[in-house]
């Protein structure tokens, strides 16, 4: 296949030139549908402040999504209140990211060299009439029970979102088994469309927000 590396068009690359960054994590921190980066930064040699180099410790970076310019996702690295835990400094490597209080937005446990994990709950507002999110819980029969490689389609809003259902997505790193997914001021789902690994289809429509839904691959066919 053919590539092209837009991170500079996209505003990841300057940010990123100084730091060194492990665990990762493309999750919709705001509940607005579309993904941002987080990324748990940190040198790998403790002595290199001694010999001139970058820091031992680096801040953590969240990247917001502001839609696209130019075909081009973009993004905006968040600057956090200095009395934000995001604003702690240390030498991170991993970060789980999951809804352990099950309040439907995203929350961040960051690993720390030489220190005791930190856990971030999200607080981030949500706007009147938005802030809407889904999870789902997918439990596979003929593919494996962990359902592990299940693409997600929802229509909702006059647009399709897109999500997988994968165990981590950087080093270090680990996820919710359940896929969440935000859905903005979106207070209804047209259609939830899961294609498992075994090649069945499951299809759901009319899905209410701001819920888990549980699923179970069906033994055959489509499942509406």
């Excluded at 693409?151 to 790193?173: F, H, V």
Aim: hydrophobic fraction near 40%; proline fraction near 7%; charged fraction near 25%.
């Amino acid at each position: 296949g053919y590539f092209t590396d837009v991170a500079a068009a996209a505003g990841l690359e300057e940010p990123t030139i100084n730091v060194l960054a492990w665990g990762s994590a493309l999750v919709d921190v705001d509940l607005d549908g579309d993904l941002d980066v987080f990324t748990a930064n940190g040198h790998v040699i403790q002595q290199c402040e001694q010999i001139g180099m970058n820091p031992w410790k680096m801040p953590n970076q969240l990247f917001l999504r502001d839609g696209d310019v130019n075909g081009v996702p973009a993004f905006r690295l968040s600057t956090p209140d200095p009395a934000s835990p995001l604003a702690v400094v240390e030498s991170s490597r991993g970060v789980a990211v999951g809804d352990p209080d099950d309040d439907g937005d995203l929350d961040f446990v960051v690993i720390d060299m030489d220190r005791a994990p930190q856990v971030l709950e999200n607080r981030t507002a949500r706007p009147d009439g938005g802030g809407h999110w889904l999870e789902l819980d997918l439990t596979g029969t003929r593919s494996p029970r962990g359902a592990y490689g299940a693409r997600i389609e929802i229509d909702a809003g006059g647009r399709t979102l897109t999500r997988w259902k994968i165990p981590n997505q950087g080093l270090y790193s680990s996820q919710d088994p359940r896929v969440h997914v935000g859905l903005g001021a979106t207070d209804r789902v047209d259609r939830v469309r899961v294609a498992w690994t075994s090649g069945i289809v499951s299809v759901l429509t009319d899905v209410p927000v701001d819920r888990r839904l549980a699923l179970t691959e069906p033994a055959t066919g489509d499942a509406h």
